[in-house]
Every structure is written in C-alpha cells, then in structure tokens.
C-alpha cells in the first residue's frame, strides 16, 4: 500500500532555475495539498486542490504553482527558484468522511536552492 | 482567522513516564475537529488522535489521550508510558468542517530520554 508517494527526496537548484515536485496517491482521495515546512514555523500551506479540476491558494504561494493532473496526481512547480525557497516540501491527501478528513502524508522532500 | 499555537518548542520525558504536550487555538467556530499528528525522524507524518468539538468526551488512543477544554480553547496530549519510539515531532491542527484547509501549531519536539 504505496499511500502518498512524492518525488524527489531531494534537490539541490541554483538560484533561477526551475522543477518540478511530483505527488501521487492511491487513496482515491479527492483532495490534495502541498506544505512547506520550515523551522519554527510550523507547516504552512502552499496550494491545495479540492477536487479533481480545481487548486486554490494557500497562505503562502508565491514563486509556486500547481497541476492537479488527475485524481492520482498534483504537482507542485517552482518557475524561478529563490533561496527563500529551501524547505521540505510535503503532499498530502484526505481521506475518510468529508467531514472528519485525516489527511495522509507523503515522506516528504529536501529542497536547498543555492 | 483560526490560530493555533504551541507554546512549548521541545520537551523531554524519561522512559515510561507521562508527558503532556500543550496546544491552545482561536476561533469563532462552534463546531471543528482537532489533531495532533506525530512526525518521527524519518519525516513522514502521521495521525495521532483527533477530537471532534462537539463530543464531550476526551478522545484515547491506547497509551495517547488528550486534554480537550473547549471554553479555554486548549487541547493538550498526554503521553502514558512513554516509549523510545514516542521522540518526534508533535503538531497540532484545527479543522473547520466544509472546508479543506488545516491549519496547523509550530510543533513541539519531543525527546524520550533512556
């Protein structure tokens, strides 16, 4: 049971240069999310896709932008890379009832931009 | 806005002891769930327990229960038993029902001391 699977584990960019971060789940889950999470301040949300066809902003998407491919997959891509954007990056989905929702996450992915 | 807040960055407990990891939130909201998620150092999180607003009755996962005064906006983890495997990171997060978002503490790190 492969849950929420994210690739790469890890990257090193250079400032300017650009990636994609890939996110798939095999939950049937209708809902996906991309967090960053850094030192002290928690996880903050980037983008999240209420359903297959829909993304929404988060609290923090700037220098980011997101395809929800499918209902398997939502990927998270930085155009331009700023060092401001070394972080660990994490996908998650929701699963159970609408209502309750634990969400599931991937193991998650080491982004340094140099 | 909801805000939750984890006022304590790290804490320790002795092997097979009991610790209680603290969490305060605002909101407006009458009704809401709440979780507490464990991340272990290998990264990848996952639910600890959760606790919908509505139901009088502190939630218990085996060894983990919590602490839930909805007038105070407090919803602390107690940690029974405490065990090697217990170290990692705890989050705390609010949720409102109909919506996706979560929105999460800035964690606590906990350290079982041998």
């Keep these: 049971n492969a849950g929420v699977t994210q690739t790469p584990k890890f990257q090193v960019l250079k400032t300017g240069q650009s990636m994609t971060l890939q996110c798939a789940q095999d939950m049937n889950h209708n809902s996906m999310y991309w967090y960053r999470q850094d030192p002290g301040m928690g996880l903050r949300l980037i983008y999240y896709s209420a359903s297959e066809g829909t993304t929404d902003k988060g609290e923090v998407p700037n220098g980011y932008n997101v395809s929800r491919l499918n209902k398997r997959e939502f990927s998270l891509r930085l155009e331009s890379a700023a060092p401001s954007q070394t972080s660990v990056y994490f996908c998650a989905s929701i699963g159970g009832t609408a209502n309750t929702g634990e969400l599931f996450f991937g193991e998650g992915s080491r982004l340094t931009v140099l | ?114």
Excluded: H
């Design chain 2, 1 to 114: 806005a909801q805000t939750v807040t984890q006022s304590q960055p790290e804490m320790s407990v002795q092997e097979a002891e009991t610790v209680t990891l603290s969490c305060t939130y605002d909101t407006s909201e009458s009704d809401y769930y709440l979780f507490w998620y464990k991340q272990p150092p290998s990264r990848q999180m996952i639910l600890v327990i959760r606790q919908e607003a509505y139901k009088q009755q502190n939630a218990t996962e085996n060894r983990f229960s919590v602490n839930f005064q909805k007038a105070a906006k407090s919803f602390s983890l107690k940690i029974s038993d405490s065990q090697l495997g217990d170290a990692a990171m705890y989050f705390c997060a609010y949720r409102r029902p109909g919506t996706y978002k979560y929105i999460f503490g800035t964690g606590t790190r906990l350290k079982v001391l041998a």
